[in-house]
Structures are given as C-alpha cells and as structure tokens.
C-alpha cells in the first residue's frame, strides 16, 4: 500500500539551512506536496513539483525530487522563527490524483 | 487560491452528542474532501463529498457515523454522530479547483469531545 515517511523532528538555528526529507511509495504519482501547519493552524500549501522534474525552486524554499530512489526534499534557505511548524509530504494515492495520503509530518523547530 | 472558512472553529462536547461542522468556500470547486487529524497524527481522509449524491467514504469511516451533505458546490457539512473521547481530533475541510491539481485545506475545526 501506498505510506509516506518522514523524519520526525528537525532542529535548527536560525539563518541556518533546513532540510526536511521525505519518502513516497507510489511511483505513478503525477505531483508531491508540502504542506506547512503552523502551531493551531491548518494546512497551507508551501510548493507542489510535478513528477517530471527534478527540482523546483521558489524563493527561499527548493524542492528536489530523485524519482529513481522515491525521494523527495524540502530545502528552507535561511531559515526564520517563522518557519517553525510541522511540515507534511504528501502524495496523491490509491490510483487518484486527488486522494492525498500524508506523511506524519517533520517538526522543524528554529532556534534563535 | 479558493478561500475556504470553517464553522465552528472549536469546540468540547459532551460524549453522546453530535455536532455539525460547516465548510464555506468563496467560488464554486469541484472536488471538497473531509480529513480527520488525530492528536500528534498526520492527517487522514474521511471521505470525499459528492454534491447531489451521497458521500464517497474511505476504509474505516462510515455514513452513520460521518454523516456528509454537499447541497451545492461552495457547502459541505460533516457531522461527527455520537461522539466519544477518541472522536477529540481536527477535523479539515479541502477543495481542489478543477484542472489545478493542488488541494487547499480550511483553518479546521478543532474538537474535545469530555
């Protein structure tokens, strides 16, 4: 069946490089997802890469994909106070482009 | 983006009891979906809400208990039916535009159920 994995928690001192990393099973996903949930918030969507590419960049965020290895990375260039959330990975599964199925979610906490 | 707002935006409620959670969107989308995200869990789909028919739901959620309306396609509600302390999670609502290929979550409901 279809799972994502991530790493749990991540810890970073602010200014430095964030890299949050994340593992998918379906290899016939069209799009992977980042989402960001600040603490008491919902989800936002952080960036999207279609399949075919390997890496996507937009601002401070880059997002690169090894399709070989199932692979998927989030870079925060910089990193804020204000990046402080829970980040999640996810992919469409079960044969939909719609039914999104989550990783656990990687707890970046940035430390002044 | 769609601009998507969630009523209420928390409660506690007593075991037993019902509540009705609304999802209002600013246009009109095809696809809205209700996800269940359990305390320090990641986020699970309860079903995918169908406007004019019934609900499609996921392994593990039935009707009974999840109760789903799309009266039109701006309006979803879910009702979480006879509620136990294991029902205490975020519930969020999310659409897809059609043709964007991307889902964007509401602020969702946060739920306590004593």
């Known amino acids: 069946g279809e799972d994502v994995e991530q790493s749990l928690f991540l810890s970073v001192r602010e200014g430095d490089s964030s890299v949050i990393n994340c593992t998918y099973t379906d290899s016939s996903s069209t799009y992977l997802y980042w989402y960001k949930q600040e603490p008491g918030a919902g989800l936002q969507l952080l960036t999207y890469i279609f399949s075919n590419m390997d890496m996507k960049q937009d601002q401070r965020l880059t997002v690169l994909l090894n399709k070989k290895d199932k692979h998927l990375s989030l870079r925060i260039a910089d990193t804020q106070t204000g990046d402080s959330a829970i980040y999640f990975c996810a992919e469409p599964s079960g044969g939909s482009n719609y039914k999104l199925t989550f990783g656990k979610g990687t707890l970046l906490t940035v430390n002044p | 983006s769609a601009v998507i707002s969630q009523k209420p935006s928390r409660d506690i409620c007593q075991r037993g009891t019902s509540l009705t959670i609304q999802c209002q969107v600013d246009s009109q989308v095809t696809m809205m979906f209700w996800y269940r995200q359990q305390p320090g869990q990641s986020l699970t789909l309860i079903a995918t809400?169908?406007?004019?028919?019934?609900?499609?739901?996921e392994s593990g959620f039935v009707i009974d208990k999840f109760p789903i309306s799309r009266p039109n396609l701006t309006f979803s509600t879910l009702t979480v039916s006879n509620m136990s302390p294991e029902d205490s999670s975020i519930y969020l609502c999310?659409?897809?535009?059609?043709?964007?290929?991307?889902?964007?979550f509401g602020p969702g409901t946060r739920l306590l159920v004593l």
């Open positions: 999310s659409v897809e535009e059609q043709g964007k290929e991307t889902q964007y």
């Open positions: 809400a169908n406007q004019g028919s019934e609900a499609t739901y």
